[in-house]
Nanobody, 120 residues
Framework: QVQLVESGGGLVQPGGSLRLSCAAS????????MRWYRQAPGKEREFVAL???????NYADSVKGRFTISRDNAKNTVYLEMNSLKPDDTAVYYC??????????????WGQGTQVTVSS
């Protein structure tokens, strides 16, 4: 059993910053790719950022240069540093982790989501 807990969302003014966290716990052998997605009202969930087990990163064009994904393997945690936030960044943000459990089964797990609202 694996649990993901997200934190760090909130209300911020345009141009502001937030840092999201997604911590995994439970029967974890290792975590491979870590991703962030977001879903705005009335829109489909979309990819935001990816970090591989080797530390390689990839970003959606809409957030390149403003968002930074990172990971702390010792804490089984992925972060999303968001700077220069815009109203269009308003969404529920979800983490998605590819976890290998102690029984050596690899499965995707989703976080519960955290609301980010960018508004003046």
């Amino acid at each position: 059993q694996v649990q993901l807990v997200e934190s760090g969302g909130g209300l911020v003014q345009p141009g502001g910053s937030l840092r999201l966290s997604c911590a995994a716990s439970g029967s974890i052998f290792g975590i491979n790719a870590m991703r962030w997605y977001r879903q705005a009202p009335g829109k489909e969930r979309e990819f935001v950022a990816l970090i591989t087990s080797g530390g390689n990163t990839n970003y959606a064009d809409s957030v390149k240069g403003r968002f930074t994904i990172s990971r702390d393997n010792a804490k089984n945690t992925v972060y999303l540093e968001m700077n220069s936030l815009k109203p269009d960044d308003t969404a529920v943000y979800y983490c998605k982790l590819l976890v290998t459990t102690m029984t050596h089964v690899s499965l995707y797990y989703w976080g519960q989501g955290t609301q980010v609202t960018v508004s003046s």
